[in-house]
């Protein structure tokens, strides 16, 4: 899957997801008050700490959240069950995600924010009951990771790209779907 991150002309991003199956998607952007985008910040955070069930991740796997439309290509046809199994089955590593990478994304945008580490524990606490499984290096190198990114994205020109390859080993698991009951 190939992710290309846009500038657009009024401060937002464009996000578009290229996925395996030849479907294009676009995510809205909600990146207005950020010198990162959100969407950059995400696909860093979850490729660096190896997040497969996060939002990329289950976007790989099939799931059209409803802030993307898709643009091109013909999805499968029975894409919209296959997407609602994908984010009802991963919906709380869809909120791990969230909370790390707006953790990260924070860290990047206002370097003087207490302890990255820190905070990336106890957000992961707000979802998760088991303790944290990441290193302090891990946490610090998904920073660095989106700061080298941020620094590519703001020399870019409006409509010029940001290409991200996603690995297809960080796609989300697919949960089968129900068979029905003959009777």
Same mark, same amino acid.
């Given at each position: 899957?190939?992710?290309?991150?846009?500038?657009? &002309?009024? &401060?937002?991003?464009? @996000?578009?997801? *290229?996925?395996?199956?030849?479907?294009?998607?676009?995510?809205?952007?909600?990146?207005?008050?950020?010198?990162?985008?959100?969407?950059?910040?995400?696909? %860093?955070?979850?490729?660096? #700490?190896? *997040?497969?069930?996060?939002?990329?991740?289950?976007?790989? %796997?099939? !799931?059209?959240?409803?802030?993307?439309?898709?643009?091109?290509?013909?999805?499968?046809?029975?894409?919209?069950?296959?997407?609602?199994?994908?984010?009802? +089955?991963?919906?709380?590593?869809?909120?791990?995600?969230?909370?790390?990478?707006?953790?990260?994304?924070?860290?990047? $945008?206002?370097?003087? !924010?207490?302890?990255?580490?820190?905070?990336?524990? $106890?957000?992961?606490?707000?979802?998760? $009951?088991?303790?944290?499984?990441?290193?302090?290096?891990?946490?610090?190198? !998904?920073?660095? @990771?989106?700061?080298?990114?941020?620094?590519?994205?703001? @020399?870019?020109?409006?409509?010029?790209? #940001?290409?991200? +390859?996603?690995?297809?080993?960080?796609?989300?698991?697919?949960?089968?779907?129900?068979?029905?009951?003959?009777?």
């Amino acid at each position: 899957m190939q992710l290309l991150f846009s500038p657009a &002309g009024d &401060g937002r991003c464009r @996000t578009r997801v *290229l996925r395996d199956d030849g479907v294009v998607l676009e995510m809205r952007s909600y990146s207005r008050k950020h010198r990162v985008p959100h969407d950059l910040a995400h696909a %860093a955070v979850e490729r660096e #700490l190896r *997040l497969c069930a996060g939002v990329f991740g289950c976007v790989a %796997a099939g !799931a059209v959240f409803s802030s993307m439309r898709v643009l091109a290509g013909v999805p499968r046809h029975d894409a919209a069950a296959r997407s609602s199994r994908v984010i009802k +089955a991963h919906a709380r590593s869809i909120a791990l995600a969230e909370v790390l990478s707006g953790v990260v994304h924070e860290a990047v $945008e206002d370097p003087a !924010a207490h302890s990255l580490f820190q905070r990336a524990r $106890e957000g992961w606490g707000i979802v998760e $009951e088991g303790p944290f499984p990441y290193a302090p290096a891990a946490v610090a190198a !998904a920073a660095e @990771t989106l700061r080298a990114l941020a620094d590519r994205w703001s @020399t870019l020109a409006v409509g010029a790209e #940001l290409a991200l +390859a996603w690995p297809r080993d960080l796609a989300a698991p697919v949960p089968a779907a129900r068979r029905r009951a003959v009777r």
